[in-house]
């Protein structure tokens, strides 16, 4: 037990920097009794000491440390010198010089002086000779000597002084120490005082500790000054007094400690001792005990005072305060072990916590502090997703793993990889790390089982083999009517083509066929297909219904007739078309040669011309008009024009007639212009439109018509079945602004028509969008019609939305494009280009354009057609959308060749401005101009000549900056949107109304919500556009003002929207934009007061909440939490209320 009586108490000592100051010389008695009587007299101040930092300090430690090392250089140097000296000492000499110099004398005296013999004289000369060597070797010895004590001395002088060296260093040491201790505890080190506290010899090892440590861990727990003289109970403590007193309890408690066990449990003391026993040091550091463990009993013992106990017991349940228990895979459970327990051991390492494993029921304990079990289970939860087995479906269409490419191969592909007893299929699950694959051909799709990184290999693995796959694989489209052609009778003939290309192998899928092999089997069997679909083009003819008739007259004569002149094969409808609404045109089809297509085509079309079929609208006072008296005039009619007349039967519910008209076009003007002058018609105009037009015009129960029928009484509009809207009147200028206001209803009328794929189709309408040279043609259509198409319910539909006028043709391309067979047309200006494309005959084809359909595998031919300047268009067919639109593109690309100075591209063209300038395209039509895209943001001008060319680019370029002045666009945030239309519209009437401009906000982006919208800004006053462009710039930046942003994370954005419901009525919540890191929030409220409290509650909820996503691995375990009408998951609610 310590002593309570202090040993010593005194002040700290001086800094040693002054202890080595000479002390003044004491004054003599005279000079004492003048101080004595000037002090009386005035009294000086007391002597300051002046205390030197701890830098000034350490610097003379530093040089005191520079000459130790002198001086112990200069040591060895000299310890060395003296070895090597007494190694090989000199020899000892008796003797001194001066009694050799005397004998010397003498005996040259006495052979100057004696006479003597000469053998004496040599004995004299030697005695002489002997002296001399005796001499030069007593020299030498007492040089030796001389070396060596100077030597002994120096090496004594310099151990003295590094002594003393080494003890004012200690002084300076622990003056350094008091130095930064004041520091430390920011006092004076005039403040400190050093006290001695005496301890039991048996408890100096507790105090002590092995090397010093824990007397310097009760230095610094105690901020104190220790020292211990080696075999002394007595501890010298120097610090402020408040430090002693605390030190000398922690020595007192030491000092009475006894030996106390504590009883755990089994998994604690296995965390105390994971990691070479690391908590167990943190402990014993933390108590200040030493603990003995005995695993055997699960006790840990301790020498300590009676408070520590409940210290230590406290510090092991704060280290077990959590735990967790997770189910391992049976199949990762090994993985987690490692070899040798490394992964395990790993795991603790990192995270301090135990991890104990159950193998009965493959369970893993995490004990340990709550920090630690957070991060092992993180990294268990990581490593059984990253090695537990799942299955997962592998889409064809999924570009993750297959990449772009034509998921309708598919079949094929799985073809592919079976060929040769499946080694592709070996070798794709070997480079996917032996991922398990099973195919799913009805869905399309693999099933893929692995963990993690197999799942993740598989990626690589598969474009690896789609590539292969592209590489070696020829796959081509062809038409439908040659499949079976292709497949023989029970597949005989592609049995032939095997064969006789030397072992291909051919499948076929959908309407493609792909040929698998070596290259020269694959160029063989490619070589037989295409002879097959070379003989067996296939061409549709659109014709009349009227034309039917006429081929199947007289047992199918003139049938059989084009037949055998074009040896093509042509078939006609299954069955009489049914009578519609409109009477449509049939599809007539031509299958055969190139050659032969393109003969009867212009044979059917020719006899097609030459029957042509209109009707005229008649009332019935017209009727018997044109009848005459028992039809007289109607004969006569027919005999003047050659055309055939025929009055249809009346509809119950129409009360008029129509008048049918057969002939060729010359016949049909005569009679046409006939029935006018029979009929005076000058002041009625007869107009044609298709099947949607019309549905406008007329509108729902005839809404539409009987308005235009209101607005312009004198005018009589009626609507016939064969899509004709006839306006008469009582002058032409009725009729004429009649028919204004039907055009101006067809073009500005928006409407919505939708086209829907088959049910058996495998094909989707994305995977047309997501063609570059497909989404180029769209866009131009929609550019045309001033119409947009969207496609919706995965690819299945597409909805066209726009004017009326423009909506037809763009449904009429998306139900060719679900059919089997389709055509565009390339419209040309002039006979040159015509002539340009023919080969050496008039019914020949030009050479690059027939390589052109030899390799896009379409039928190229020249059609008679009134809507093209030239009276022809050049129409390109196929069975595959992108093949025909990369012919079209190629047969350009030779236009332009052949007539470079006739094209020119008007760059730089907005989004928003492409429609408007095809929209001028009646403007200069009398140059013959031809507009199509030419990508995205560019227009490609196709005229008749260079002039016309370079008027038409002129023109539109000057359109194009009128445009762009009347036409401003202006991103708008999504978040904006909202106020800037307002109620019911009424923010952006209002605005449109203050600055006599149209405003038009864009639609919502269907893939990203977030997206700024565009606000297009119209008025052929700049001013005014300039005027609508300030007012919602203001309009912005004062809703800006009122707002502030906080960044949330991605997982908390529904939270943080939803406190719009517990907020008040004027604060709204809205998403402003997302980053890597999170998604910004924008508050808005006029009123700072709640645009303060709304933020500190979203600040307070995104600091405070916590989201965690658990992937739940089957819908019955989603139903199982849910529980019985989400009894369960309320029950969870109830347990936590605070989720």
Request: neutral net charge; aromatic residues 4%; proline residues 4%.
């Amino acid at each position: 037990m310590p002593s309570k009586n202090k040993k010593s108490k005194a002040p700290a000592a001086p800094a040693a920097g002054n202890s080595g100051d000479a002390a003044p010389p004491e004054p003599t008695k005279a000079k004492a009794a003048v101080a004595l009587a000037a002090k009386s007299a005035q009294a000086p101040p007391a002597p300051v000491i002046a205390v030197p930092t701890a830098a000034e300090v350490a610097c003379r430690l530093e040089v005191l440390a520079g000459g130790k090392e002198k001086m112990a250089n200069d040591s060895k140097a000299a310890e060395e010198e003296l070895s090597r000296l007494l190694k090989n000492p000199k020899k000892r000499v008796q003797g001194r010089s001066d009694d050799l110099d005397e004998q010397m004398k003498k005996l040259e005296f006495r052979r100057n002086t004696t006479s003597m013999t000469l053998n004496d004289e040599k004995k004299l000369l030697r005695d002489i000779e002997t002296i001399k060597l005796l001499k030069v070797e007593l020299v030498e010895y007492e040089e030796f000597n001389t070396r060596v004590q100077y030597l002994k001395d120096k090496k004594k002088s310099l151990f003295d002084t590094l002594k003393q060296a080494e003890a004012q260093e200690k002084e300076l040491q622990l003056t350094l120490r008091k130095l930064r201790l004041a520091e430390t505890l920011n006092v004076s080190i005039n403040q400190f005082e050093t006290i001695s506290i005496t301890v039991p010899r048996d408890k100096m090892g507790l105090v002590v500790g092995k090397g010093f440590a824990k007397l310097r861990q009760l230095e610094e727990s105690y901020n104190v000054l220790l020292d211990v003289e080696a075999g002394s109970q007595v501890v010298s403590c120097t610090s402020t007094p408040a430090n002693n007193a605390m030190i000398e309890s922690a020595l007192d408690s030491i000092a009475t400690a006894t030996l106390h066990s504590v009883a755990v449990r089994p998994d604690t003391l296995k965390l105390l001792m994971i990691q070479k026993g690391k908590h167990l040091k943190a402990l014993e550091a933390s108590c200040f005990v030493k603990i003995d463990v005995n695993r055997a009993d699960n006790v840990i013992s301790f020498t300590s005072s009676a408070d520590r106990v409940d210290a230590v017991q406290r510090a092991i349940k704060v280290l077990t305060t959590s735990s967790v228990t997770i189910d391992v895979p049976q199949d990762v459970l090994p993985k987690l072990i490692g070899k040798k327990g490394e992964v395990i051991s790993k795991i603790m390492e990192d995270s301090g916590a135990l991890l104990d494993i159950d193998r009965v029921v493959n369970s893993l304990r995490i004990i340990g502090p709550l920090e630690s079990v957070q991060i092992a289970q993180t990294a268990v939860e990581e490593l059984i997703y990253d090695q537990g087995a799942s299955t997962i479906a592998v889409y064809a269409t999924d570009e993750t793993y297959f990449g772009r490419w034509d998921a309708q191969r598919f079949p094929i592909f799985v073809e592919y990889l079976m060929v040769d007893k499946a080694v592709r299929l070996r070798d794709l699950r070997k480079d996917a790390q032996d991922c398990r694959l099973q195919v799913v051909k009805p869905k399309q799709m693999f099933e893929a089982t692995g963990n993690r990184t197999q799942l993740e290999a598989l990626k690589a693995a598969m474009q690896k083999a789609v590539a292969e796959f592209n590489a070696n694989v020829v796959s081509f489209d062809v038409d439908s009517n040659c499949l079976s052609l292709i497949i023989g009778k029970k597949g005989a003939k592609i049995k032939a083509i095997e064969k006789e290309s030397g072992g291909a192998r051919i499948n076929i899928t959908g309407n493609t066929v792909s040929v698998l092999g070596t290259k020269e089997q694959s160029s063989s069997a490619v070589a037989l297909v295409e002879e097959i679909v070379a003989n067996n083009q296939r061409v549709v003819v659109h014709a009349s219904p009227h034309l039917v008739p006429l081929l199947l007259n007289n047992k199918r004569a003139k049938l059989n007739e084009i037949e055998q002149e074009t040896k093509s094969s042509i078939q006609l409808p299954q069955a009489p078309p049914k009578k519609t609404k409109h009477h449509a045109d049939v599809a007539i089809t031509i299958t055969g040669t190139t050659a032969g297509i393109e003969k009867a085509a212009l044979l059917l079309e020719a006899l097609n011309r030459a029957h042509q079929v209109v009707y005229l609208p008649l009332d019935q006072d017209e009727v018997t008009i044109v009848i005459g008296k028992k039809g007289e005039t109607i004969n006569k009619l027919q005999a003047d024009t050659g055309c055939q007349l025929r009055v249809l039967d009346a509809d119950e519910s129409s009360p008029s007639r129509e008048l049918q008209l057969a002939g060729s076009e010359e016949q049909l003007a005569l009679a046409t212009a006939a029935i006018d002058v029979l009929l005076n018609s000058s002041h009625r105009q007869l107009l044609s439109f298709d099947d949607f037009a019309t549905g406008v015009i007329i509108g729902r129960k005839g809404e539409q018509i009987n308005k235009l029928r209101e607005e312009f009484p004198n005018v009589s509009i009626d609507a016939f079945p064969h899509g004709q809207v006839r306006v008469k009147g009582a002058s032409k200028d009725l009729v004429d602004s009649a028919v204004a206001a039907i055009l101006d209803l067809l073009q500005t009328t928006t409407v919505q028509e939708s086209v829907k794929l088959p049910v058996d189709s495998r094909q989707t309408f994305d995977a047309y969008v997501r063609d570059p040279a497909t989404s180029l043609y769209i866009s131009e259509l929609e550019a045309e019609g001033a119409v947009k198409a969207v496609v919706v319910d995965e690819g299945k539909l597409v909805k066209i939305r726009g004017y009326a006028l423009g909506v037809g043709k763009l449904k009429r391309f998306f139900e060719m494009v679900t059919e089997a067979h389709v055509a565009v047309s390339i419209p040309l200006p002039s006979a040159a280009h015509v002539a340009s494309l023919k080969g050496s005959s008039n019914e020949g084809i030009h050479e690059n354009v027939h390589q052109v359909m030899k390799q896009t595998k379409t039928v190229i031919r020249f059609k008679n057609d009134k809507k093209s300047y030239s009276g022809v268009v050049l129409s390109i067919e196929g069975p595959s959308l992108p093949k025909v639109l990369e012919a079209k593109h190629r047969v350009e690309v030779v236009l332009q060749f052949f007539f470079p100075t006739h094209f020119k591209v008007l760059s730089n063209v907005p989004q928003s401005s492409i429609a408007r300038v095809f929209q001028t395209l009646p403007l200069v039509s009398k140059f013959n101009a031809i507009l199509s895209l030419g990508s995205k943001d560019s227009i490609k001008i196709f005229t008749d000549s260079e002039a016309n060319t370079a008027v038409v680019h002129k023109t539109l370029q000057d359109s194009l900056r009128a445009h762009l002045r009347e036409y401003k666009d202006v991103a708008i945030p999504s978040y904006l949107a909202p106020i800037l239309v307002g109620k019911n519209g009424d923010t952006i009437k209002r605005l449109s109304a203050e600055s006599q401009a149209t405003l038009t906000l864009s639609a919502v982006d269907t893939d990203d919500a977030t997206a700024p919208r565009t606000l297009t800004i119209h008025s052929k006053v700049e001013a005014n556009v300039a005027n609508a462009i300030k007012l919602v710039q203001n309009l912005m930046d004062t809703y800006d003002s009122e707002c502030v942003s906080v960044e949330v994370p991605h997982n908390l954005v529904d939270f943080a929207l939803a406190l719009k419901r517990k907020s008040p009525s004027n604060v709204s919540f809205s998403v402003d934009k997302q980053t890597p890191t999170g998604v910004g929030i924008k508050i808005h409220a006029k009123d700072i007061t709640e645009r303060a409290a709304a933020l500190q509650r979203l600040e307070e909820l995104v600091a405070t909440m916590t989201a965690i996503t658990i992937v739940l691995p089957s819908s019955d375990i989603v139903g199982s939490l849910i529980g019985k009408s989400g009894a369960n998951i309320k029950a969870l609610q109830a347990e936590y209320p605070g989720t």
